[in-house]
């Protein structure tokens, strides 16, 4: 008979101690290290009487298989995150705040796929008529879709085997509980049996299994990194559930690159994709007023364009004030000291504010020049010209360094009509072949020739 026993658990990191810490050994986080009851198995239960066939192993050069089969979600954004569709065999974790659009998303993939597929979702927070009126409202009426209101997550593994279907949805992973462990729903041992058993079924029986996961208050998913470290791909919904877009980004991806974002719509309707997300991000820019800068980064092999806005005003307090809202803090105070000390820009006095419209965050160094001309155009009240972009990293000796992808970036810029573009002068051996016609590309070696050559 197996005995159970009891076993800290830290909440944030997972890390597992006979005894309890006020302060997690591993993360450091405080107050975090709650009590876990675990069966253990029983004397024996380990011979190889008690185990399932032994596998064998083969060479490489003896592994067999057809070409990869992926389910294509209806949804290109969604396809393009993913790396190009749904992998047979695989686990897909969705994160995301309440209410950002989890749900929703995975409703409209089942229309599509229930055109040649069968599938099972299951719900361990709402009732089958409730999954019904929202499926109502976003026009989901395929009759391959079956509804499942489970939490026991043997139940659950019971109609997969049953049904057979083609793929399986389980809303949410933090809902269900196993009888392997007598802990309550939603700690890390529930959460990692669970998986763990979801992931064993997904392998036997080649079925795609796409889970929701809750995000706990810091936003990172709940469970805590033991189930992302289960899966086979982790994606992330980014955006303020009270506005419109949202941007769903790979965390981790073992059939694709994490560098790809999809960019969506939230309408009455459900999700629909943004093709052109450059357009959407550019949409109501103001003209003629300083601070203004329009930046291109690469998420993944696509180029997209954001509008950087700076606010420089004179501070009334001893400190001065430094804000930044889609780029790195830190990144934004060591170039207002580049700009100050190597480009004669006194920012000592003023409060300095930075936005990226449209929820996007910059991370490439590429933004490094757009940011700092925003900042310089607001600290000298002079705009930028609107039909100007630039790109290229800022170094501590206030030079501007060369960027990867510079062909892609200008043919961007181009195609959206930008008449002005800014880059390194390195970047310039990679476009020497490059033709437009009525485009101007001015080359830079630092930040003051390129404020210069913004203007007019």
């Not at 079924?201 to 810091?218: F, R, S, Y």
């Not at 103001?286 to 954001?306: D, F, Q, Y």
């Not at 580049?338 to 930075?354: C, H, I, P, T």
């Amino acid at each position: 008979m197996a005995k159970s026993k009891s076993i800290f658990v830290c909440s944030e990191c997972g890390y597992e101690s006979a005894k309890w810490y006020g302060k997690c050994p591993s993360c450091g986080e405080w107050n975090t290290m709650n009590e876990e009851v675990t069966a253990t198995a029983p004397a024996g239960s380990g011979s190889r009487a008690g185990r399932s066939a032994l596998s064998k192993a083969v060479a490489v050069t003896d592994v067999v298989f057809e070409d990869e089969q992926r389910y294509h979600t209806g949804l290109g954004e969604l396809d393009r995150v993913l790396g190009g569709g749904i992998v047979k065999g695989s686990i897909v974790l969705l994160g995301g705040d309440p209410g950002i659009g989890k749900s929703t998303i995975l409703l409209q993939v089942c229309q599509f796929l229930g055109k040649t597929c069968r599938i099972l979702y299951v719900s361990g927070e709402e009732s089958v008529r409730q999954i019904k009126l929202r499926a109502d409202r976003l026009g989901v009426t395929s009759e391959n879709l079956l509804l499942l209101s489970e939490t026991h997550l043997e139940n659950v593994l019971e109609q997969i085997h049953a049904i057979r279907p083609d793929i399986a949805v389980v809303d949410s992973i933090q809902t269900m509980n196993s009888e392997l462990s007598q802990s309550s729903p939603g700690s890390v041992t529930q959460v990692r049996e669970c998986t763990n058993a979801l992931m064993h079924t997904a392998k036997e029986l080649e079925i795609p299994i796409l889970l929701v996961g809750h995000v706990n208050k810091d936003g990172a998913i709940a469970g805590p990194k033991v189930l992302e470290h289960i899966v086979d791909a982790v994606l992330f919904f980014e955006g303020d559930r009270n506005m419109s877009y949202r941007i769903l980004r790979a965390v981790k991806n073992r059939y694709g690159s994490t560098n790809e974002i999809g960019v969506f719509e939230m309408r009455d309707t459900g999700l629909c994709e943004v093709p052109n997300p450059s357009m959407m991000l550019l949409s109501g820019r103001p003209k003629h007023v300083s601070g203004s800068c329009v930046a291109c980064i690469m998420e993944g092999t696509r180029p997209i364009l954001a509008e950087v806005q700076g606010l420089v005003t004179p501070t009334c307090y001893g400190n001065p004030r430094r804000m930044s809202t889609g780029f790195d803090y830190n990144r934004m105070s060591l170039l207002l000291a580049v700009l100050e000390k190597r480009a004669g820009y006194f920012f000592s006095n003023q409060d300095a504010f930075l936005n990226v419209i449209g929820g996007l965050r910059l991370d490439e160094p590429a933004a490094d020049l757009t940011v700092s001309l925003a900042l310089v155009s607001s600290l000298k009240d002079v705009p930028v010209s609107e039909a100007v972009i630039a790109f290229g990293e800022v170094g501590l000796a206030g030079e501007v360094r060369a960027v990867s992808h510079a062909m892609e970036r200008v043919k961007e810029a181009a195609r959206l009509g930008f008449q002005k573009i800014i880059l390194p002068r390195h970047s310039m051996k990679a476009l020497s072949n490059l033709s437009l016609q009525g485009v101007e590309l001015i080359a830079v070696r630092n930040v003051r020739e390129a404020f210069e050559a913004s203007l007019g």
